[in-house]
């Protein structure tokens, strides 16, 4: 199976965004990454769903959203509206994780769960056979365009072999500093998608990226 890439909006130029989705839908990207943050849970806000139902209106790629905010467990009903194929929760942001990933998969979108830099693998011990994704971020969540966390390729590994282990049919997902260099070694360590803001659309040919990523 060839790398999932899944570029994040994050960094797309919002004066004149039905250009970069454009270039997404011509572009051999799997999905488009969706960040939405609340200034609570991240020291930071992006955008919300008014937004993006022009996002989603116009996106021929699979969503990828990741919520950065407290109580993510809100917003099943926004985020499913999107048509979105993903929803991520930060473990972090969820007390009762359990019940919210049963939630997300009743909807019919696939669950993710996502870890911080400083968690740990394995507080997924117990419920990494329910996850379709897990996403581990590779930057503090917040802000694209960060360096990337170096710890994380020994935690994809770990990652890897909890799923190895359990039989679990999650994917691995890295979210934060992915460029070619980066990629190649989180691939090479087990990660079957890249998120990748920044190396995407400051390139000179985004598209171009997007086809290197995807065949590392
Ligand atoms: C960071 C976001 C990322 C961000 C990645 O909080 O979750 O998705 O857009 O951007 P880069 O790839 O530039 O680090
Ligand atoms: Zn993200």
Sequence with gaps: MSTIVSPSLLSANFGNLEKDLNMINRSECDWLHIDVMDGVFV?????????????????????????????????????????????????????????????????GMKAGVT???????CVLNDIISDLDFVMLMSVNPGFGGQKFIEHTVDKVKDLKSLIERTDSKALIEIDGGVN?????????????????????????????EISYLKNL
């Design 43 to 107: 020291p930071n806000i992006s955008f919300g769903f008014p937004v993006l139902k022009y996002v989603s209106d116009l996106c021929e790629k699979k969503l990828d959203v990741h919520l950065m905010i407290v109580q993510p467990e809100k917003f099943i009903r926004e985020v499913q509206a999107l048509n979105a194929y993903t929803m991520n929760v930060h473990y972090e942001a969820c007390p009762h994780l359990h019940r919210v990933v049963q939630q997300i998969k009743e909807t």
């Design 115 to 121: 870890l911080n830099p400083a968690t740990p693998v």
């Design 180 to 208: 070619r260099e980066t990629g190649k070694r989180l691939v090479q360590a087990g990660a079957d998608i890249l998120v990748a803001g920044n190396a995407v659309f400051k390139a000179e040919s985004p598209e171009a």
